[in-house]
């Protein structure tokens, strides 16, 4: 059976994952989070990786290099407790920016 794990930057986050059943750690220094994600992706049995927007932005080009060169786990951003930090047109433009299609 496949698990999701959560890499927080803060505890909100980690409770509401916990009370949905998702194990985690909360951290806050690159390094630390460097080091969680190095154990999740050396556990097999995690299928999806769930990074804050925070902890994303700390750790981008990382998490982009594996998200090219990995197949397993899936890796997916969510916003914390103050909401998404990006902006509400991300979608759009990351579609621009990637195919240049305007949509």
């Known amino acids: 059976m496949m698990k999701s794990f959560l890499i927080s930057d803060n505890r909100d986050t980690y409770v509401a994952m ?5 194990n985690g750690v909360i951290v806050h220094e690159r390094e630390e989070i460097l080091e969680a994600m190095k154990q ?4 097999s049995s995690i299928g999806i990786l769930i990074l804050t927007e ?3 932005e700390k750790v981008e080009k990382e998490v982009m290099s594996l998200k090219l060169h990995r197949k397993y786990p899936l890796i ?3 916003p914390d407790r103050h909401g998404q ?3 509400a047109n991300y979608i759009t433009k990351h579609i621009n920016e ?3 299609i305007k949509i």
């Not at 916990?18 to 998702?22: Q, S, T, Y």
Request: glycine share 10%.
């Open 76 to 78: 997916v951003e969510i």
């Open 85 to 87: 930090r990006r902006d």
């Open 18 to 22: 916990r009370l949905a059943g998702i």
């Open 40 to 43: 999740a992706l050396d556990d």
């Open 98 to 100: 990637s195919v240049g």
């Open 54 to 56: 925070l902890i994303l």
